[in-house]
């Protein structure tokens, strides 16, 4: 069963450095994309990025580039996004997924979803 | 803001049919980049509804169909039911400077 277990839920000060995790099982991790998507209150799904872990190639949305940044470790088949210095308008739901198809060039469709972390930042 | 316009809410009684639409442009939808639907239910994680414009993974009622042309697409869900109370995102590719995957705006089914 391919499962994606994401990191829990955290609650940082303006200025903080965050890492969040996406560990993925059941499937073979470095063959597939994991994108990142941000729901932040209320609101509507926008993609941040996504990383291949079998090279650790990344693209970034223009919205998040020089924001954030996407890693993976495929040795525990876990990817993570990680904040410099977080903001209050960090404040989100951060969610990552499976890509089946060409994910790099732009057909590709995203069929397994982690739970996701919330992500509060408040001074 | 999003390349992808979807109408706010859509509403409808149990076993009606609802349709949401997807409009894009040249450089999404209108230059072949396949159109995937996902249903978001309250306090959980989007799951995946419809790929590549039409196809329904295992598991999804027959219910939901997916249909794409020129620059939009649609989701119809047919015999609405309570459960199916739950946003709704298209999404698909964009080639244009920001090129880059895209959702839709998102939609509000109202099961009446």
């Known amino acids: 069963e391919v499962q994606l277990v994401q990191s829990g839920a955290e609650v940082k000060k303006p200025g903080e450095s965050l890492k969040i995790s996406c560990k993925g099982s059941?499937?073979?991790?470095?063959?597939?994309?994991i994108g990142w998507v941000r729901q932040m209150p209320g609101k509507g799904l926008e993609w941040m990025g996504i990383?291949?872990?079998?090279?650790?190639?990344?693209r970034y949305s223009p919205s998040f580039q020089g924001q954030v940044t996407l890693s993976a470790d495929k040795s525990i088949s876990t990817a993570y996004v990680q904040w410099s210095s977080l903001k209050a308008s960090d404040t989100a739901m951060y969610y990552c997924?499976?890509?089946?198809?060409?994910?790099?060039?732009?057909?590709?469709?995203?069929?397994?979803w982690g739970q996701g972390t919330l992500v509060t930042v408040s001074s | 803001q999003s390349v992808l316009t979807q109408p706010p809410s859509v509403s409808g009684a149990p076993g009606q049919r609802v349709t949401i639409s997807c409009t894009g442009s040249?450089?999404?939808?209108?230059?072949?980049?396949?159109v995937h639907w996902y249903q978001q239910l309250p306090g959980t994680a989007p799951k995946l509804l419809i790929y590549?414009?039409?196809n329904r993974p295992s598991g999804v009622p027959d219910r939901f169909s997916g249909s794409k042309s020129g620059t939009s697409a649609s989701l119809a869900i047919t015999g609405l039911q309570a459960e199916d109370e739950a946003d709704y995102y298209c999404?698909?590719?964009?080639?244009?400077?920001?090129?880059?995957?895209?959702f839709g705006t998102g939609t509000k089914v109202t099961v009446l």
């Open positions: 040249s450089s999404n939808i209108g230059a072949a980049y396949d």
């Open positions: 997924a499976t890509g089946e198809g060409d994910c790099s060039g732009g057909s590709c469709f995203w069929d397994y």
């Open positions: 590549g414009n039409a």
């Open positions: 990383i291949y872990p079998g090279d650790s190639e990344s």
């Open positions: 059941g499937y073979s991790f470095i063959s597939y994309w």
């Open positions: 999404q698909s590719y964009d080639s244009s400077l920001s090129a880059f995957y895209v």
